[in-house]
């Protein structure tokens, strides 16, 4: 373009073309110094991971991350996993408190049945019997409430993970996708932590 065409172009025009060109500009640098970031602690990771982890998915990832909601979606999420894991954590500590508490009211009931048999001997095979299958039959629900809480925990997390997976899918960061395969999700926070790190705030 000769100078005479450029000087019959309007300054407004010209203005948005440059600002845009620089825009271009910056972010390509800024895609390529996450892609060398990302390769730096792609190296990091298990042999078997790394080989998952191929330059087109790190390109990828690069390019989504030149999106800033990708980072506060990241954080936001973690933010709220945590809370949840500290809420069902204390649950699961209240419950076992709980149940500590009601064994000790029955070891308490044991000992002063016993103490009474003291007058009625008669009586004490009787009830050592009773205190025996109170306590196995406290175990087992001790055992079943446990069992079902953790189960409960577990459902909810996972619940929380595919809720993740989705909104990161979404939101077009590789290697994000709804999967149970533990070696997937294992990846999927591979690269969550990658995000993390890489986030200009933190996390």
Not at 3 to 24: C, F, H, M, W
């Amino acid at each position: 373009m000769s100078e005479y065409q450029v000087s019959n172009i309007d300054p407004g025009i010209l203005a948005t073309v440059t600002d845009e060109l620089n825009k271009r500009e910056e972010r390509q640098k800024r895609q390529y110094e996450f892609l060398r970031e990302l390769q730096s602690l792609a190296r990091e990771l298990p042999s078997k991971f790394q080989q998952r982890l191929s330059s087109d998915v790190l390109v990828s990832l690069a390019s989504s991350l030149l999106d800033t909601t990708v980072f506060a979606i990241v954080s936001g999420s973690s933010d709220i996993q945590r809370m949840e894991e500290q809420n069902l954590f204390s649950q699961r500590k209240k419950l076992i408190n709980d149940l500590s508490e009601e064994k000790q009211k029955m070891a308490a009931t044991h000992k002063e049945r016993i103490y009474k048999c003291q007058s009625a001997t008669h009586n004490l095979k009787h009830v050592e019997l009773q205190n025996r299958e109170e306590l196995e039959a406290f175990e087992r629900k001790k055992r079943d409430e446990l069992f079902r809480y953790d189960k409960t925990v577990v459902e909810k997390l996972d619940a929380k993970v595919r809720s993740q997976q989705t909104t990161l899918m979404k939101a077009g960061v590789a290697g994000f996708y709804e999967t149970e395969d533990p070696e997937e999700i294992r990846l999927q926070m591979y690269i969550l932590d990658f995000i993390a790190r890489l986030s200009p705030s933190g996390i």
